[in-house]
Each structure stands twice: as C-alpha cells, then as structure tokens.
C-alpha cells in the first residue's frame, strides 16, 4: 500500500507505510501549524518535527509552509500558551524521524529527500 | 460566601484529579508526554504624572514576572494544562483545566480556563508575544473590561469555512477572583463566547467576542450584568502586526456605558528591529466623556528588538490625554489628575 510524499526542493514529507490519506501541502501546513489534529481517514496525527539547530527545519518551513523560523515559534508560542494545541515532537536527525514514523502509523515527519529509505514509503511527485 | 482564590485552586485541580482517576486505563502519565514551558519578563515603568501603575517620574522596576506552563497528554483525545503565574508581590494559579476531544472538530474543556476575548486576553501576560509592553486600555487591569478566567466549561468547535475557517468560543461559568484581588465583589453567572474567521489570507484574521458577567457589590447592595460586544482585526506576517478593536460596554450594575478602541501597527526589519505606533481611546462614562476623568486617549510610539528566538526587549513611550485610566485604578481623584501627561516604559522578555 502505497504513501504519499510531497517534496519540497531537497526535503520530502514522510508517513508511515500504513498511512492511506490523501496528503497535500495544505494538509501539511495545517499539521505542523496546529491546524489539523486528525487525519481525514480516522487517528490523531501525530506530527514530528526536527531540531532548531537543524537547517532543515528551517528549509521545510520556508518552502513547505511558507514561514519563517520566528513566525512558526511565534505560532506556537500563542497556541500553547492558550491552552489550543501543543507542538509536534522534535527529534534531532532524519534517522530519528524515520524511526518514529515507521513506528506509528499515525506520525508524520519530514527529512533529507537523501535520506530516505525503504522503512518509509513514498511517491514522487 | 465569597470563594477565595485557595478554595479556587483546590477546587480545580480536584476537579482535574477526579477526571484522571476516572480515566478506564488510568496510568502515570509518560514523561515524553510531559510538557513544561515558560515566559517572563523585566520592566521599567516610569510615570510623569498621575502616579499610574504605581510608578512616579522616580520610575520602578517593580515590573517582573514569571510564569511556568504544565501541559500533560493523557490520551489521543485528552490533555491537562496548568499555569501558574508570579510576581514581586503574588503568586496565582493562572489557568488549570482539562480538555477532551469529543469529535475532530469539536473540544470539550472544564476547569480554571483563560477567557477567549479578543485578540490579547489569553496572551495578555506573555509581552514577548505582544508588539507592546502596555497593553491596549481594553486590556488592562483598571478598566475591567476583559475578565482574565473563569471557572467553569466551554466548548470549541472549527470548521473550515471559505477557504479559511471558522472557530467558535462558547463558555459558562464564574469570574475568576484571583487571590488578592477586589475584596467585595462577588462574581455570580458569567456567559460569553467569540467567533472567530480565519481568512483565506494567510494572517488575516476577524473576530466577534461577547459575554454578559453579572457581579454584586456586597459594599454598596448593588447588583447588575456587564456586558461587553467587542469586534476585533488583525493581520500579522513575517514583517507586520497590525491589529484594532472596538468594545462597547454597558454596566448595569453601576449605570455606566463605556466605549473603548485601538489601532496599532508594527513593521519588522532586518529581523530583529520592529518599531511601533498605537492609538488608544477610552471612555469609562459616555455620559461624561468630555470630562477627562472620564477619558484618555493615548498616542504611542516604541521600538522593539531580538535578541534571539527566545529573548527580546521593548522601550515606549506613551502620550496621554486625560486621565481616565489612573481615576479608575484609584490612583488620582476624579478632577484633581494631570490633563496631559506622559509615561515611558522599557521591558526584557523571554519565552521557553
């Protein structure tokens, strides 16, 4: 069964193997701005995210979300100090991200597109 | 009898404690569902005239707090949050409550909750979150306008809408009295809720908020609904910040309307300078509002800089005519405040 991934320059969005959704960049926005919490098909999203110190982190939000690193922390700061949602895991390397989605079929990350590897499935676009 | 903050504060998290203990696979909760955050600041205030906020033209840097958010993920579907908040002379539960996701749209929460009104007042302690140190009169603590909490239940559903979405705010309950507050007013039922539309332009957003919070003063017998309608703009990007909002106030319980509006806007730079600019007008009697015990309108203008992600600092200063806010928070005699007068403000925030 297949995934879906979305690519964004040098960075690819993964899901687990399991993950039949239907998954587009504005799916993606909503997920890592805490605007969706659920997929469409059934679970609750889990979402992974990577570290400040990683440049990807920065590349993904620019090109998959269309903000910067201070706009997003800006985000999350409002959302959970409110009290509305809490933030994706962070994790440090592409492998740890891998490792997380392989392991639930619910998560969703994104990595190096050179990382990617058959413990994730994904479509080129 | 009037409920302290103390039997506030154990009434909520029992609360919070019995949901748990009735959860069918109750369990210690994982620490990697355990999250901890917090937010903080340093201020400089110092008042020309009319002694606002406690500062003179000596300055004080009485202006600090720090605060400390719990938030526990239970299961898929449930969370705890709790926040406590201090400062140089208190220290307070914030907000304590559960929520529970009843569908993909729909949120249940009970508990010490942070009001939804308007842009600010959920955040209106976080100045790094803020494109000001002062926050718009509507905010602040002398006009009472935006209760902080209340203890009760609300729900929240979104959906989307238009390209954007939709969310909608509905709540029950009592005002919060926050330990040390005003000591003879007794909250009784508190109604509101906010609309809020999310625009198909990225940061655009509008919103609706309204709430009847009917009060007693055990001093003076009286009794009445405030209510508030307060509608509510802003659009923020990587660059601007720029919000206004309009509230009408009607007291019953004191016979007074009030009328109160903003507009401010902030542009960032070089990705660390943002200066801004604000207009702010109250009037605390519109019977009275050409009576500057009765009025203030402000005219602001700061600057802003990042430190780094977690760190940034503010300086303003603030131009004011009339005094209607420090008549308010008791701090000048109706007719005997400085009809012009200025106050400069300077803080340090952080956020982690």
Redesign the interface.
Known sequence: MLSIAVWAGDVVVIVNKENTNAIDKVLVAKIYTG?A??WPNGG?IFAVDQS?ANSIRANFYSSML??????M??LW??K????QA?PP?VVDTDAEVKKVVSANKNAIGYIKASSVDDSVKVVAK | MQKTGRQYVLKTAGTIFLALGLQPTAQAIAP?DL?I?G?GNQGYMQSMDNNYLGTDNNGSWDDSALAL?F?A?ID??S?I?M?WYGTSEKVRLD?A?I?Y?LT?NLTA?AGQ??SPIGLYT??RD?R??QLSVLMPMLYQDASDFAHEAYNGTAVVYKHDFGGG?LIWDAYIGQETNFEGSATTIKNHRLAGGRVTYKTPL?GLELMVSAYSNNKEDTATATQGAQQMWLFSAGYT??NWDIKTEYANIDNARIDKKSKTYYMQAGYTFA?KWTPYLRYDYITTDTTQSADPSHYQQTNSLGLGY?IN?NINMRVENHWNNGYAMPVLSEEVTAGAGKMDWNMFVASINF?F
Do not use: T, V
């Open positions: 605007e919490g659920y609750s400040e269309g903000k910067s690193p201070s706009n922390k800006a700061a409002q959970i100090f409110s009290g809490l895991k | 990697e999250s955050h937010f958010l938030a993920k898929d579907k969370k949050w926040q907000w409550f929520d996701q993909d929460r909750i942070k959920e955040i976080i790094f979150l979405s990225d990007s990587d990705e990042k992600s956020i």
